[in-house]
């Protein structure tokens, strides 16, 4: 089982609607959670921290399940922008830190 | 405040050659990530360093591929006798490493190519 798993994807949506990324990380003992989002030939950039008590930043809202091991991301509104790779990150045990492999987010006109 | 600085940002090296990455990490970060990402994949994790000290080197292939972060200047890869298969996006990362923030924030990347 890898450390961190996504979504395979891609997920293909119409601008304006709602769509909800999952991840589920398998080290009970990991500590920090986030959220990157990557451009196609661009290095990732943050998008947010996840916290215990989930949190929202604009149309994004993160959220943390320890219990289930697993972080969900939720974009609503979508736009074209949007458009892009997003990457759940872990870190365990310390600084080691797992990347997820990434669910590619199309939205269209 | 300048962000994560990587140079070059693209570089060329025939087989057998030597290429050396470099990394300056944000102002107030003393930790330095280094990944790799091939083309349509994910970034792989290579290394994990403080000033001086290689903390983790878990990701590194055993041969060829070396890693440092003196105490001046700029955290270095070296990758060599480059083989075809090493071309890649190398990205550097950097945190503040303390408890309360363990978030990493990335350079641009350097783009390897081996002809």
């Known amino acids: 089982r890898k450390e961190v798993e996504q979504d395979p994807g891609p997920f293909n949506v119409p601008e304006g609607a709602t769509v909800a990324f999952n991840c589920t990380y398998s080290?009970?003992?990991?500590?920090?959670f986030f959220w990157y989002r990557q451009d196609c030939r661009k290095e990732p950039k943050l998008l947010m921290s996840?916290?215990?008590s989930g949190n929202e930043d604009g149309r994004f809202t993160a959220q943390l399940n320890r219990a289930s091991q697993y972080i969900s991301l939720l974009i609503r509104d979508s736009k074209l922008s949007d458009s892009a790779t997003y990457l759940c990150?872990?870190?365990?045990?310390?600084?080691?830190?797992?990347f997820g492999a990434g669910t590619r987010l199309f939205v269209k006109a | 405040n300048a962000g994560v600085m990587q140079n070059p940002r693209h570089l060329v090296r025939r087989r057998g050659q030597e290429a050396r990455l470099r990394c300056s990490p944000m102002?107030?970060?003393?930790?330095v990530y280094w990944y790799r990402q091939l083309p349509e994949e994910g970034l792989k994790f290579m290394v994990y360093?403080?000033?001086?000290?290689?903390?983790?080197e878990s990701g590194m292939p055993k041969e060829r591929f070396s890693a440092e972060f003196p105490k001046e200047g700029p955290s270095i890869l070296r990758i060599q006798q480059v083989v075809r298969g090493d071309s890649a996006a190398y990205f550097c990362?950097?945190?503040?490493?303390?408890?309360?923030?363990?978030?990493?924030?990335f350079g641009p990347g350097t783009r390897l190519t081996v002809t």
């Open positions: 996840v916290y215990s």
């Open positions: 102002k107030g970060h003393s930790h």
């Open positions: 360093l403080q000033k001086e000290n290689i903390i983790d």
């Open positions: 080290n009970s003992a990991s500590q920090s």
């Open positions: 990150v872990v870190n365990s045990s310390g600084f080691k830190t797992i």
């Open positions: 990362a950097s945190s503040r490493g303390t408890v309360d923030s363990y978030e990493q924030y």
